[in-house]
């Protein structure tokens, strides 16, 4: 390293809240699928961000865009409309296949939103405001206090004393643990299609369908947490689509914005009716001009590029390499998840896996201690997964 690059980050570790036991370099540019150190070295880039950079980096017409908007106008409150907020709420209403957006500036604001606007319709319909929330064991939905709430490891909660929501943990892809918290002040019951922080787990069809049935005859609102798995990285648009699943109120961030913090979530129209009115809910920046255009961009590339199809393309040959690695070393014990939100899970810690494959030109993140975590751009092809194998590989080999 640099005696400029190690300067920087004694400086950071002198200023910054030390809230991250950050890798030890400093990121300066990013290009296409390639990331580069504040010293030029160059890194094959498989965490994006944290699934946040699907088109990879400067996708033409992106930066564009932003410029354009930049020489407009950047923001304006919500007390007043503007079109780029206008343009991506119809595009994200079409992807989604959801009927009513409310733009937030991330994910937790997102989550938070939906668990406002559920337990807002469960006031509504029931005329209570005791309500119950049902979420689940092993997931994360953010580190606000609505959303740390609802997030299902306890070593996220355990400083920060009453949670603002009471919610019971259930089992992932087990209904009847689901069944079994059900009472008559469930309002919502609250899911990520593909557990990401968890560990790449992917809910079956069969919870998601029981999930649905359950939740709609007791008149309680599903949300499904789509703010990682969601945005094509399964191989649709959001994973519940996969199997026409549909929640009543879904959150996404991410990749919405392809590096501009912007988030959203969305109500069906039934429950609309019973939620959220002037007055319930606001945010100053959310929707904002410059972060309603990069999601408009992002939506018209996706759009015109079947950016879901690709990952549907390319993802059996990432996965088909992810096996081979999987069978061939013993230190792996399974490889989970779906599309390109794949996890390697290890008899062992992986930070010095990854500490290595970065020495090597390779970026990396973990789930949990031992999972391995794979979320690359969206538009990676079979040379950037080969270039990930044969930086991965001889670290494995030497592992034993
Ligand atoms: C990252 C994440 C969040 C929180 O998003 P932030 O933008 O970090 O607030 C919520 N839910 C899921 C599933 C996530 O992966």
Redesign the pocket.
Known sequence: MSEKMQQLINEAEQDLLHTYNRYQIVIDRGEGTRLYDADGKEYLDFVAG??VFSLGYHYPGFDEALKAQIDKILHTSNYYYNEPAIRAAHLLKEASRMDRVFFT???????EGALKAALKYAYTRRGQDDYEVIALEH??????FG?LSVTGNAHYREAFGTMPCNVRFAEMNDLDSVKALVTDKTAAVIV?PV???GGLIPATEEFLRGLRELTKEKDICLIF?????GMGRTGYMYAWQKYGIRPDIM?T??ALGSGV?V?AFLLTEETAAYSLTAGDHGTTYGGNPFACAAAAKVLEIYKEKDIPAHVREIAPYFTEKLDGLASKYSCILERRGTGLMQGLVFDRPVAPVIAEAMKNGLILINAGPNILRFVPPLVIGREEIDGMVSILEPILSGLG
């Open positions: 944290i699934a500036n991330s994910g937790a604001e997102a989550v997931s994360f939905h953010g580190r606000t959303a990520e557990q990401g922080e947490d789509e703010v990682q798995c959150a961030a991410k913090p988030g």
